[in-house]
């Protein structure tokens, strides 16, 4: 991993603002410890230099990080919320399931399982089946 993590660090860091792709690379690295020594607070710090670039993937592994917290960085499911928009926005599918999760209104989120659901979405599927068989979001038992 050593060689590779040296590439890519170059590859962020190149020119003014980096590549986004490499920067994304970054943050998964040091959320998984893969090559270098795992450290949330650092990938949070990739992620966000990737997501400031409006790449979809890394707004989306971004908001999955701040859904769950992790040592050094403190779950904020407000900011969540807004990366999963942003990453549907810039055509992560998965930012849909993500957002039904973080939604604070009961109406957005059955709209939006119903949405994804009724697009033939696995995951927009089985949520919405949930939300029936528990009475959740406004669906009835």
């Known amino acids: 991993y050593a060689e590779a993590m040296r590439w890519y660090l170059k590859a962020a860091q190149a020119h003014d603002a980096g590549s986004a792709l490499a920067q994304n690379n970054m943050g998964r690295a040091y959320q998984s410890g893969e090559g270098v ?44 919320l807004q990366l999963a928009r942003r990453a549907e926005q810039h055509g992560v599918a998965e930012a849909s399931g993500l957002q039904v999760e973080l939604e604070p209104s009961c109406g957005v989120a059955a709209a939006k399982m119903r949405a994804l659901a009724e697009a033939g979405d696995p995951a927009g599927c089985l949520m919405l089946a949930q939300a029936y068989h528990d009475g959740l979001y406004g669906c009835e038992k």
């Open 37 to 80: 020594p795992k450290d949330a607070a650092v990938a949070v710090s990739w992620y966000k230099k990737a997501a400031d670039q409006g790449y979809g993937v890394a707004e989306f592994n971004l908001a999955v990080l701040l859904r769950n917290g992790a040592a050094g960085v403190p779950q904020d499911h407000a900011a969540a």
